[in-house]
C-alpha cells in the first residue's frame, strides 16, 4: 500500500506529497518511469514497471525510438500504461552522474514530464527519485532539485490540468534524504 508521508500546496495550488511505497501500483493518471535514451527497461523501477504493466510496454518504447531516436533529457517519451493502474508511462531520462551539467539535466526532466502529462491532460501525476538508482545522482541533491523543478513549472505554466504530484520513493534510504530536504 502506497502512504503519504507528507503533503503541502503549492502557492499554485497543486498537492505536492511525499509518498512511500511502489510506483507500480499507484492509481494516478500517469507515472513517471526513469528510463535511459534508448528506452531498454531493464533495471531498476523501469524493470519493476515492465514486469507488472506488461511486455507491451517495451514494443510501445522501441517504436517510439525507432521513430524519434534517443530520448532526450528536457522531452520525455510516454506510452500506455498496459495492465498497470496508470494510464500513462512519462519516459523520463535523467542524468548519469559524472556525465556533467546534471543538476540542469535532473531539472529538464522534472519539468518535461509534468509539461507531457500536462499535454496528456493528467490530474495526477507520481514520479520516482529519478537518477537516485543506477545513475548515481547524489540523493540530498536530487531531492532539492526535484522540488524546486517542480515549484517553479507551476509558476511559469500558463494553465496546468495537474492538481496533485505525488514523489513516490520506495526504500528508506531514499526517503530519508528527501524528507531531511522536504524541511
Ligand atoms: N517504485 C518506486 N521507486 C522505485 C521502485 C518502485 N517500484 N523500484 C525502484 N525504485 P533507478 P535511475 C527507486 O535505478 O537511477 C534502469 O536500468 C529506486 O530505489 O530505477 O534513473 C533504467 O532503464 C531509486 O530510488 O533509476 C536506466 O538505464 C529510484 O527508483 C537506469 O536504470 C530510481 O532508481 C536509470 O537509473
Known amino acids: 500500500m502506497n502512504t503519504i508521508l507528507i503533503q503541502r500546496t503549492l502557492l499554485t495550488g497543486q498537492s505536492l506529497q511525499i509518498v512511500q511505497g511502489d510506483i507500480t501500483v499507484d492509481e494516478v493518471d500517469a507515472i513517471v518511469n526513469a528510463a535511459n535514451e534508448y528506452l531498454q527497461h531493464g533495471g531498476g523501477v523501469a524493470w519493476a514497471i515492465l514486469r507488472r504493466g506488461g511486455d507491451v510496454i517495451q514494443e510501445e518504447s522501441d517504436k517510439w525510438v525507432k521513430k524519434h531516436g534517443p530520448v532526450l ?33 535532473l531539472a529538464d526532466a522534472v519539468t518535461g514530464s509534468l509539461r507531457v502529462a500536462d499535454e496528456l491532460k493528467c490530474e495526477s501525476i507520481s514520479m520516482p527519485a529519478i537518477s537516485t538508482g543506477i545513475f548515481g545522482f547524489p540523493k540530498e541533491r536530487a531531492a532539492g532539485i526535484i522540488f524546486s523543478s517542480i515549484e517553479k513549472y507551476f509558476s511559469e505554466a500558463q494553465t496546468s490540468t495537474l492538481k496533485t504530484v505525488r514523489i513516490l520513493l520506495f526504500d528508506d534510504a531514499t526517503i530519508q534524504p528527501f524528507l531531511k530536504v522536504w524541511g
Not at 498497470?84 to 540542469?104: N, Q, R, S, T
Open 73 to 105: 533529457h528536457a522531452q520525455p517519451a510516454w506510452t500506455s500504461g498496459g495492465d498497470l493502474p496508470a494510464k500513462y508511462i512519462i519516459h523520463a531520462v535523467g542524468p548519469v552522474w559524472g556525465d556533467g551539467d546534471e543538476d540542469a539535466k
